[in-house]
């Protein structure tokens, strides 16, 4: 398997994955202005915000291809690929269970506050966002494999389940010989054909159905796999021509999605602008080289797992204290939209640095050793019948 030292970042997509997660919280947060704001009334590009999630599964795939070379034709050993599901099971899973775990310890105690002033323990499982089936296959990453009909606990965890689905396809697709993985790339074309072909022959918004979540997931997810595999496509281009097509390529996107036109052509412009920022050429990859973005980039996961509580705990605290609802004046709705936004970039730093990597780096590491260690009494009797067949 590829060497991962060896694989140099695509400092864009790493930027374009912070700008997306921020717009991600902006489209969240919203709700919280006043009744006379509605931006929706003037355009649709924060209620079309959930396609930037399909644009977190297009980078996905392409990324991954990147890394471990999908490319080549040769059938990866079995220890590559567990190795392989270590890390990506360790760059998602300790974040999910700690930040569910804080869900479940924050609903608990509004809980036990309800049960102390009122004698009634309410709100710590409700029936439909939280219930004790639903915390089950949330702490198995499968709360969105089409067993539910809404996102549950943390809503935004939903697409790290199918993303960790998305992770077993490609696991499967690293297992299987060049013919094979050709055949099998074809069948997931051939998904993404009809899934958004259904989406644009119905006009139904590919949002609507939570039980279709791994499809759509697999199909963003496999769109990101193709477009790395036709990446040289864009090679040949000069730097002008390239950010010609680059400032083009946005400026269909935002269109798009202001106008609210079908989501297929904005995840098609998504696809498009992942296939022309990969090689970190043209004006728009230097503005998205630059730190700020960048660094926002690389917290974009702690900005996304934690924004949703965060919106839920400052509306309960805002009301709790001050008896107003958060929507009750225009310019404070504002300021508090405006606050809200600015405070999940600290407490995502914070988790980044004391949470989300501590933990990956633990969770990687044990898991790795427990590789090695099953692996040891292998090698031991491998080399114990190399040494008897040269004596």
Not at 117 to 134: H, I, P
Not at 316 to 333: K, M, N
Not at 371 to 378: A, H, S
Request: with cysteine; hydrophobic share 55%; aromatic share 16%.
């Amino acid at each position: 398997m590829t060497s991962l030292s060896h694989i140099n970042e695509i400092r864009s997509h790493t930027s374009l994955r912070g700008v997306a997660a921020l717009i991600v919280v902006l489209v969240h947060f919203r709700s919280f202005f006043h009744a006379s704001i509605d931006p929706d009334e003037v355009t649709f590009f924060l209620l079309k915000g959930y396609l930037w999630v399909d644009f977190f599964f297009i980078l996905s795939g392409f990324i991954l291809s990147y890394i471990y070379g999908i490319e080549h034709p040769e059938r990866r050993p079995v220890s590559d690929i567990t190795r392989y599901l270590i890390a990506r099971f360790a760059r998602i899973y300790p974040l999910h269970f700690i930040s569910l775990l804080v869900v479940f310890l924050f609903f608990t105690m509004i809980s036990l506050v309800s049960w102390n002033k009122n004698d009634v323990f309410c709100c710590l499982f409700d029936g439909s966002f939280r219930d004790v089936e639903s915390l089950i296959a949330n702490l198995f990453l499968i709360h969105a494999w089409g067993m539910f009909d809404w996102v549950t606990w943390n809503l935004p965890s939903w697409s790290l389940s199918t993303e960790f689905f998305c992770y077993l396809i490609f696991a499967a697709l690293l297992a299987m010989e060049g013919p094979v993985r050709k055949l099998a790339l074809l069948a997931l074309a051939c998904i993404v054909l009809l899934y958004y072909g259904f989406s644009l022959a119905t006009g139904i918004d590919i949002d609507d159905n939570f039980r279709l979540s791994v499809v759509r997931a697999a199909s963003a997810f496999s769109i990101g796999i193709l477009l790395f595999l036709g990446r040289h496509i864009v090679s040949d281009l000069s730097g002008k021509w390239l950010t010609c097509l680059q400032f083009s390529a946005i400026a269909a996107l935002l269109s798009s999605l202001h106008y609210g036109m079908a989501d297929v052509l904005s995840i098609a412009l998504m696809a498009l602008i992942v296939l022309l920022t990969w090689e970190d050429r043209g004006w728009v990859c230097r503005w998205l080289a630059n730190r700020y973005l960048h660094t926002i980039g690389i917290y974009s996961y702690s900005i996304y797992m934690w924004h949703y509580l965060l919106k839920f705990i400052a509306q309960e605290d805002w009301e709790a204290y001050t008896g107003l609802p958060v929507q009750s004046s225009v310019i404070g709705s504002i300021i508090f939209v405006i606050c809200l936004a600015i405070l999940v970039i600290p407490i995502s730093i914070w988790s980044y640095r004391s949470l989300e990597m501590p933990a990956r780096k633990w969770v990687s590491l044990r898991l790795a050793f427990l590789l090695e260690t099953k692996d040891m009494p292998v090698r031991i009797r491998g080399a114990s019948s190399a040494a008897l067949a040269t004596n």
